[in-house]
């Protein structure tokens, strides 16, 4: 029997498909034993908020619940199929009505799968989980005899003690489990292992007659039939294909065993294109043109996971552990997409950062920028990785367990990065050097040109380019010299002996009063002094600091200040000594004639003591 439908755009519609089967129910259609009502008695019991849960303070009232929910989606939906006919003019697309229909038969199914405790199951899988499961479930019940209303534990028969764990469908391995909601009233839901063991339950009984009125099996309908998603006239072909095609492998149909291995061949080869692209397209390494275009393979990885989804469950319409399966794939890749464009998102900031005009990209500050940048962008991507984990259902304590013991063993294996990483960042902390500044660590001068999480890099003042670890460099005295907020400019002088005192006082005031006089010079830094009367010269010591810490500049300065101090010298009439040596010279004499006074006091002075006396 083929059942005309229109395209459903609402997301997850396509699962309501198996309620076509109670098609046959229009007419007011009695519960099996009083446990269903008709459709407006259920919809006179059932609350009239959307966002009511559905009642499960007893097992009766959590079966009556659960099956007067699926008699109101399936109204829902007939009443919709009835408004969709193409005589509306929406073939393509649904009215205001019929898409309020819709939302109300979904928000019924998704109420039903509120009675089933889905704790068990990944929650990137419980939406499908417990809308199949609900199918299977109706399809179940609809087969076997359930005990008169009666006889079921109500809310009062609970608060009398009855049900106290839960209560087993008699004749039966469906249970209900009671527990307790955050207010600490009872709840009574069908158990994790009912909904397991659904799909084994329906493979015994669906050979049963049903004990409804209608015969067609809803679920067999839903698994084969394509998604409502899907184009209306495709739609009718592919339930119109040969019954071979339709035919029930391995809770699929075969043609949507063919559709899927198509799709999936087709999303191979397009990622296998789109990656080599990647690989034969150089970019440079930095930048934020090259950030930015970084994140584009995982965007473009996370939206064609999203419709490679997509059209597995609205289109081709898997069910079952397949379904999970793909689903389970794809939240996979998804998040590890995502990590990754978390990643490289934090990498595009810093680069923007950096761009800055202020900012170079050699210093101190862009490699604090970056390093902070990834930091944080590691640890958004580890949640992200972790919160998919749990999506999928991966026992996230355990993995933060085994993390911390292989963190220690990984620890003690790389000791040695990590020393240079954390010197790298007291390097950072500390901030003794930067990009460009001129510097003396141990016994080198050199001038920094790269400061990295693992290393420091020093060009040397004969050009060569020294490695420093980061865990030796910032153990090291390191002497900057481009932090200098001055330079020092002491030097001396030797004046000739033959300068007289007056004018020896005379030209240190004035060297004094043109140091203090210039601008270029603190004047409270100035001192001018004679330091020792040497053996060939009158030493005078010369000390001012310089204002300016840029040492080229410094020395053109000093220069144009000793001109000065040579002017001053010169216009007070003495001269600078030199190394110099004074030698006594005397005439042969005749023997016994006595030496001259002058001559022989000289001699006698320069003479030994022991010689003296010659």
């Known amino acids: 029997m083929k059942i005309p439908v229109k395209k459903f755009w609402s997301p997850g519609v396509v699962t309501v498909l198996a309620l076509l089967g109670i098609f046959s129910a229009l007419l007011p259609v009695a519960a099996q034993e009083g446990v269903i009502l008709d459709s407006s008695s259920a919809a006179a019991e059932l609350s009239p908020s959307p966002l009511a ?10 079966l009556d619940s659960f099956r007067r929910l699926s008699l109101a989606a399936a109204t829902d939906l007939i009443e919709a199929y009835y408004h969709s006919d193409g005589s509306d003019g ?13 939302r109300d038969a979904v928000n019924n199914l998704m109420r039903a799968a509120s009675t089933l405790d889905l704790s068990k199951v990944p929650p990137a899988n419980r939406r499908t989980v417990g809308i199949n499961s609900v199918l299977l ?80 099996d809803f679920y067999q309908h839903f698994v084969s039939a394509p998604g409502l998603s899907m184009p209306i006239q495709l739609y009718r072909h592919i339930l119109d294909l040969p019954k071979w095609a339709l035919t029930i492998q391995f809770e699929q149909a075969v043609w949507q065993w063919i559709a899927l291995c198509v799709l999936t061949v087709l999303y191979g080869g397009l990622a296998y294109l789109v990656l080599q692209a990647e690989v034969r397209q150089s970019h440079s390494s930095e930048g934020v043109a090259a950030s930015l275009h970084r994140l584009l393979l995982p965007l473009m990885v996370i939206a064609l996971l999203g419709v490679y989804r997509w059209l597995c469950d609205d289109v081709i319409n898997l069910t079952g552990d397949v379904l999970t399966y793909v689903e389970l794939a794809v939240e996979t890749l998804q998040t590890f997409a995502l990590a990754v464009l978390i ?42 990785v972790f919160f998919g ?72 003042l004969n050009r060569t380019l020294v490695t420093v670890q980061n865990s030796e460099f910032s153990q090291l005295s390191i002497t900057n010299f481009s932090r200098r ?33 210039d601008e270029r010079v603190k004047p409270e830094t100035v001192r001018v002094a004679l ?20 040492y080229t500049r410094f020395l053109k300065i000093k220069e144009d200040l000793l001109i000065k101090v ?21 005439q042969d004499r005749p023997p016994g004639e006595p030496l001259p006074t002058e001559l022989a006091e000289a001699l006698a002075s320069l003479a030994p003591p022991s010689r003296a006396r010659d």
């Open 566 to 586: 040579l002017t001053i010298v010169e216009e007070h009439g003495t001269s600078f000594a030199k190394p110099s040596q004074t030698t006594y010279l005397a």
């Open 137 to 216: 479930l109706e399809e179940i019940l609809s087969r076997i005899d359930l005990p008169d209303l009666a006889d079921i534990p109500s809310v009062a028969d609970v608060e009398a003690g009855a049900a106290v764990r839960g209560w087993t469908i008699p004749g039966t391995e469906i249970q209900m489990l009671r527990s307790e909601n955050l207010s600490g009233e009872p709840r009574y839901l069908f158990s994790p292992e009912t909904v397991q063991r659904l799909p084994a339950f329906y493979q015994t009984i669906r050979v049963l007659p049903r004990k409804t009125a209608g015969e067609i």
């Open 531 to 550: 330091l020792d009367i040497a053996e060939s010269a009158l030493n005078v010591e010369i000390w001012a600091y310089i204002d300016t810490a840029d």
């Open 90 to 102: 929406g073939l393509f697309f649904d009215t205001d009505e019929v898409s309020a229909l819709k």
């Open 389 to 460: 984990a749990s999506r999928i259902g991966l026992p996230i304590y355990g993995i933060v367990a085994g993390l911390g013991v292989g963190g220690l063993a990984i620890a003690l294996a790389v000791r040695p990065t990590l020393e240079n990483f954390v010197g790298g960042i007291i390097l950072y902390a500390d901030r003794p050097v930067k990009v460009g500044d001129f510097c003396q660590f141990g016994n080198m001068l050199g001038t920094v040109e790269e400061i990295g999480l693992r290393s420091t890099k020093v060009r040397s």
């Open 485 to 517: 907020d001055a330079n020092l400019m002491q030097t001396t002088i030797r004046l000739r002996h033959e300068t007289a005192a007056p004018q020896l006082t005379t030209i240190i005031a004035a060297i004094a009063d043109m140091l203090r006089a």
């Open 53 to 62: 849960p559905a009642s499960t303070g007893s097992p009766r009232q959590t």
């Open 343 to 384: 990643l490289f998102g934090f990498n595009f900031l810093a680069a923007l950062v950096i761009a800055s005009p202020r900012i170079r990209k050699e210093s101190l500050d862009a490699s604090l920028i970056r390093l902070v940048m990834r930091v944080i962008g590691l640890l958004a991507a580890g949640f992200i």
